[in-house]
């Protein structure tokens, strides 16, 4: 099951200087909770699919490394600007 595997703390790092780089919205699933730098739009979209209410904490590479688990981690953004970013994101977490 997804939840048994966490993330490492340097993907967890580079995704969260990514999302920092291209200005879109990270979610961090940790356990039963959802970390996210700030309530957004995207992160309100969360709650129609009943997942649990994301806590905003600010600066998320303090609260996550080395401290909270990830076990998934989602970037939030419109379609078209996950479009454009995708293939950049897939390309500097090859093979981790």
């Known amino acids: 099951m997804w939840l048994d595997r966490c993330l490492?703390?340097?993907v967890v790092d580079s995704c969260?200087?990514?999302a920092a780089q291209?200005?879109?919205t990270l979610t961090a699933?940790?356990?039963d909770r959802i970390f996210?730098?700030?309530i957004d739009e995207h992160t309100n979209r969360l709650l129609w699919y009943?997942?649990?209410t994301p806590e905003p904490v600010g600066d998320l590479a303090t609260h996550l490394l080395g401290s909270v688990e990830a076990q998934k981690l989602i970037f939030m953004a419109p379609q078209a600007v996950i479009d454009v970013v995708r293939p950049g994101v897939e390309a500097a977490?090859?093979?981790r």
Request: include cysteine; proline fraction near 10%; aromatic fraction near 4%.
């Open 8 to 10: 490492p703390d340097d």
């Open 16 to 18: 969260i200087q990514l």
């Open 22 to 24: 291209h200005d879109i």
């Open 29 to 31: 699933y940790c356990s």
């Open 36 to 38: 996210c730098k700030a």
């Open 50 to 52: 009943k997942e649990p």
């Open 93 to 95: 977490l090859a093979g």
